[in-house]
């Protein structure tokens, strides 16, 4: 039974295609073709290269019967699809941060927030009690504060020397994030077998790579 696989252009995409390439599959894939379909035949294996925001739709319609996405993606989408093993590329922190010493949380005001993640933005706020307004950015969301478009923004860390780069802080860390494999969910109904099986080579390729 053949299987799909979406795995996002860029940098995780390329950590990715090296664990897959490590665990013996996916030696089709050229990162510097043009080509965006790739088959293993050998081991009727598909793989689909999409920008980062797609793999979840793809997953999630079917097109791809698993997929790699960061959580952060995950979570923003809400997509219908199951989370089966968290990976160890792709490590960061979705945090909220602002101008150095400027901490404004809980006062009567509806406190504004920049961030390329409106919807989970909103979800965390809500269960902490802060009244918010988003305001969607999809680039240099460190601006917002210094410039007064917003009072905090919502953001993924992983080093914090942009932040600081920018009079910036961490006011406090909300998730953890990492890169995830996703499954179709009628996938994973029919294909349990496969999906396990690629899933347990690149656990197990993931935990030689820690040991060396």
Do not use: W
């Not at 006011?171 to 029919?190: C, G, H, L, P, V």
């Amino acid at each position: 039974m053949s299987l799909t696989i979406a795995i996002p252009k860029g940098r995780l995409g390329t950590q990715a295609i090296e664990i897959f390439k490590r665990a013996g599959l996916g030696e089709c894939i050229d990162e510097k073709s043009r080509k965006l379909v790739f088959e293993d035949k050998k081991r009727n294996l598909k793989f689909i290269l999409l920008k980062n925001s797609d793999v979840i739709t793809y997953v999630e319609n079917g097109v791809a019967d698993i997929g790699i996405s960061g959580k952060d993606m995950v979570m923003e989408s809400g997509g219908d699809v199951f989370e089966l093993y968290k990976m160890n590329i792709g490590k960061c922190k979705m945090s909220v941060a602002g101008i150095k010493g400027k901490k404004i949380f809980k006062d009567d005001t509806i406190l504004k927030v920049a961030t390329k993640f409106p919807e989970t933005a909103k979800k965390y706020f809500r269960g902490r009690g802060q009244r918010i307004k988003t305001i969607k950015l999809n680039g240099s969301i460190e601006l917002a504060p210094i410039l007064g478009l917003s009072d905090v923004i919502v953001d993924l860390v992983e080093t914090g020397n942009t932040l600081k780069a920018n009079g910036l802080e961490v006011f406090e860390d909300m998730y953890q994030i990492s890169a995830m494999i996703i499954s179709n969910k009628i996938s994973y109904k029919f294909k349990r077998k496969e999906i396990k099986e690629i899933i347990e080579l690149i656990r197990r390729e993931e935990e030689n790579g820690k040991d060396n």
